[in-house]
C-alpha cells in the first residue's frame, strides 16, 4: 500500500495512545486520585497539581482527551478520503498547534514547575508523531494533487 494511504491510519493509532494518556490523566484527576508514576520521573502529580495544570478551571488533561478525540477524528476521515484538501491542511494544522502547545507545557515543567509527567512527555511525543505523520501526508499527497 502507497504511503499516502498508510499514514491516515498511523494518525489514528498515534491518536488513539493519545486518548489513552489524556484519558488516564483526565480520570484520575476527575476522581481526586493520585497519579501513579514510575521511577526516575516522579513529579505526575506535582505537574498535575501546579497552578499550570488548569486551564479555566478544567485540567489540562479535558483539553487533550478533546485534541486527541478530534485528531482521531480527521484521521477516520483521512482515510476515506486521503486526497481532500480540507482534511489534509486541518490535520496538519490542528497537529502544529498541538505542537506548540506541547512546548508550552514543556517550558512551564523544565523553567516553572521543576517537575517532569511522563505522561505529559507521552503526550508530547505523541504529538509531535502527530505532526510528522500528517505533514507527510500532506506531502505525498500534495504531489500527487497537482
Given at each position: 500500500?502507497?504511503?499516502q494511504?498508510?499514514?491516515?491510519?498511523?494518525?489514528?493509532?498515534?491518536a488513539?495512545?493519545?486518548?489513552?494518556?489524556?484519558?488516564?490523566?483526565?480520570?484520575?484527576l476527575?476522581?481526586?486520585?493520585?497519579?501513579?508514576?514510575?521511577?526516575?520521573?516522579n513529579?505526575?502529580n506535582e505537574?498535575?497539581?501546579?497552578?499550570?495544570?488548569r486551564?479555566?478551571?478544567?485540567?489540562?488533561?479535558?483539553?487533550g482527551v478533546?485534541?486527541?478525540?478530534?485528531?482521531?477524528?480527521?484521521?477516520?476521515?483521512?482515510a476515506?478520503?486521503?486526497?481532500?484538501?480540507?482534511?489534509?491542511?486541518?490535520?496538519?494544522?490542528?497537529?502544529?498547534?498541538?505542537?506548540?502547545?506541547?512546548?508550552?507545557?514543556?517550558?512551564?515543567?523544565?523553567?516553572?514547575?521543576?517537575?517532569?509527567?511522563?505522561?505529559?512527555?507521552?503526550?508530547?511525543v505523541?504529538?509531535?508523531?502527530?505532526f510528522?505523520?500528517?505533514?507527510?501526508h500532506?506531502?505525498?499527497?500534495?504531489?500527487?494533487?497537482?
Amino acid at each position: 500500500m502507497k504511503k499516502q494511504f498508510c499514514v491516515p491510519y498511523a494518525l489514528l493509532a498515534l491518536a488513539l495512545v493519545g486518548i489513552a494518556v489524556a484519558f488516564y490523566d483526565a480520570y484520575q484527576l476527575y476522581n481526586g486520585q493520585a497519579l501513579w508514576c514510575p521511577p526516575p520521573i516522579n513529579g505526575c502529580n506535582e505537574v498535575a497539581n501546579s497552578p499550570y495544570a488548569r486551564i479555566y478551571n478544567l485540567p489540562v488533561g479535558y483539553f487533550g482527551v478533546v485534541y486527541y478525540l478530534y485528531m482521531f477524528g480527521l484521521a477516520a476521515l483521512l482515510a476515506f478520503d486521503p486526497f481532500s484538501r480540507g482534511l489534509r491542511f486541518a490535520a496538519l494544522a490542528y497537529s502544529a498547534l498541538g505542537v506548540c502547545f506541547s512546548i508550552y507545557f514543556m517550558y512551564l515543567q523544565i523553567a516553572f514547575i521543576h517537575a517532569f509527567c511522563i505522561y505529559c512527555l507521552v503526550s508530547a511525543v505523541t504529538t509531535l508523531l502527530l505532526f510528522i505523520a500528517a505533514l507527510t501526508h500532506f506531502r505525498a499527497t500534495n504531489a500527487l494533487t497537482r
